[in-house]
């Protein structure tokens, strides 16, 4: 069964602590993506990466960064985390030569005090 | 920014009943419109799909229409139980390819709620 595991499903974070969230992905998927979900705005894009080292701003990346050195992993960086990136962040791979559209992982609550 | 409008924000059904969630999109260079289900805690699951050159999918008490002169499409759940409970999210990936044609644009989601 494939999967998209994100490292923590709970984060409790302070003000202007560094964050990272990751994902690793076993389905040997060229691209991922990081999305946040908040009631009413659905899911918003941060950042997407199509190949190892690249990435692309989507709708709302300030405040954040993201790296992947592998293939398999994709990681999410809040710098300074701040009370208004209290969110639900959703991880998702996929293959540009399917029809599959996303595999998602199972999300990560982060709250920032 | 191409957009996906989705409507109802939620809805409230009876056992047995036809829950209808409806999207409609702005730009037709669009070539792939997936539906995705979500349960509490969980992350979206990709639900059932369809290519523009149909107007209709069918997957088990699912089904998709899709109008390509309305630029709309819809997600129909026949005899809806309790269990379809769950955030419904509509979705569409534009055609061609390069990096940015592999990002899905996303409806802000339906609320679906079924009662006993």
């Known amino acids: 069964d494939v999967k998209v595991t994100q490292s923590s499903r709970y984060l409790v974070k302070r003000t202007g602590e560094k964050v990272f969230l990751e994902c690793v992905q076993d389905?040997?998927?060229?691209?991922m993506f990081w999305y946040r979900q908040d009631p009413g705005l659905g899911l918003r894009l941060i950042y997407f990466?199509?190949?190892?080292?690249?990435?692309e701003k989507g709708d709302i990346p300030e405040g954040y960064s993201v790296s992947r050195e592998k293939k398999e992993r994709f990681s999410l960086i809040l710098e300074s985390a701040s009370t208004n990136q209290t969110s639900m962040y959703l991880c998702?791979?996929?293959?540009?030569?399917?029809?599959?559209?996303?595999?998602f992982g199972s999300g990560t609550r982060l709250t920032v005090v | 920014q191409q957009q996906v409008k989705q409507s109802p924000q939620s809805l409230i059904v009876q056992k047995g009943g036809i829950p209808i969630i409806n999207c409609a999109y702005e730009n037709t260079a669009f070539d792939y419109f997936p539906w995705y289900q979500q349960f509490p805690g969980k992350g979206p699951a990709l639900l059932i799909a369809?290519?523009?050159?149909?107007s209709e999918k069918k997957e088990g008490r699912f089904t998709i229409s899709f109008n390509k002169s309305a630029k709309q499409f819809s997600l129909h759940i026949m005899d809806s139980q309790p269990g379809d409970s769950a955030t419904y999210f509509c979705a569409a990936r534009p055609s061609g390819s390069g990096g940015s044609n592999y990002k899905l644009t996303f409806g802000k989601g339906t609320l679906l709620t079924v009662n006993p």
């Open positions: 389905m040997d998927h060229e691209n």
């Open positions: 998702a791979s996929s293959s540009p030569y399917e029809y599959y559209g996303y595999t």
């Open positions: 990466s199509y190949d190892v080292k690249m990435k």
């Open positions: 369809i290519r523009p050159d149909v």
